[in-house]
């Protein structure tokens, strides 16, 4: 018994090492932080006028690519909005959510291009062509989350307002941004200093989670 105890100890404190030693690896802080960042994470409507760095941005949109895609396609395109005066033409006159948009330091604009340009499955070799990627706003979802869990842990704060699947939302940007057939507007992402009036809610619900079957 007491050798069966020293060995799980020691294999217990073997693992502790190996992870000390590849940073990469979640360790138990690491994971706190990432919980800590993914529960405070809140849509933020209020903003300080305070600017938000070019640089932020960019930092911003590495974690939105880091996102994972179907087959790895990354179908993901930004535009960065800082001029307000282009906001009514590009966001439509009626737009509720413009007052939000114009007290922000940016807005975002997640884009996808919905189709692939890749040689066929059936035929890796073949030569490339082009067809509808099914997966987009999928993509598109988690590049979004990316980026707004990014936004929460630098205490900045941001709120995805959709643009795809409303005609009346999406139109007006895709005509004033030209941008190609082939892309879609998919969300808009005001960011800014938060004044702190927006806090995260609860939504754990464990009566959600089924064992095994329903
Ligand atoms: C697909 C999607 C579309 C959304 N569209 C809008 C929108 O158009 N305007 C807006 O103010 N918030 C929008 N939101 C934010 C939601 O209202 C918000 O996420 C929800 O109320 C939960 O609040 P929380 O983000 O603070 O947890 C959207 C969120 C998602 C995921």
Redesign the pocket.
């Known amino acids: 018994m007491k050798k069966m105890i020293f060995l799980v100890a020691a294999a217990l404190i073997m693992a502790s090492c190996t992870c000390n030693k590849d940073e990469s690896v979640a360790t138990p802080s690491n994971a706190e932080a990432t919980m800590a960042t993914i529960m405070n994470?809140?849509?933020?409507?209020s903003y300080t006028g305070e600017a938000v760095s070019d640089s932020t941005i960019t930092l911003l949109l590495r974690a939105a690519m880091a996102a994972p895609s179907g087959r790895n396609i990354q179908p993901w395109h930004f535009v960065v909005l800082r001029d307000t005066s282009r906001y009514t033409a590009i966001f439509g006159e009626d737009n509720?959510?413009m007052p939000?948009f114009k007290a922000s330091s940016a807005v975002v604009i997640f884009c996808a291009d919905t189709t692939v340009t890749a040689p066929p499955r059936d035929n890796p070799q073949g030569e490339a062509v082009t067809r509808p990627n099914g997966l987009w706003r999928d993509d598109l979802?988690a590049c979004?989350?990316n980026f707004?869990l990014a936004v929460e842990s630098m205490g900045l704060g941001a709120?995805?307002?959709?643009?795809y699947p409303y005609p009346e939302?999406f139109a007006p940007v895709k005509e004033s941004l030209v941008l190609p057939d082939n892309v879609m507007p998919y969300?808009?992402v005001p960011i800014g200093v938060p004044t702190g009036d927006?806090?995260?809610?609860d939504?754990w619900k464990p009566e959600r989670i089924h064992y095994n079957q329903w």
């Open positions: 994470r809140k849509s933020v409507r509720f959510n939000m979802g979004t989350e707004l709120v995805w307002t959709a643009l939302r969300c808009a927006d806090q995260p809610k939504k």
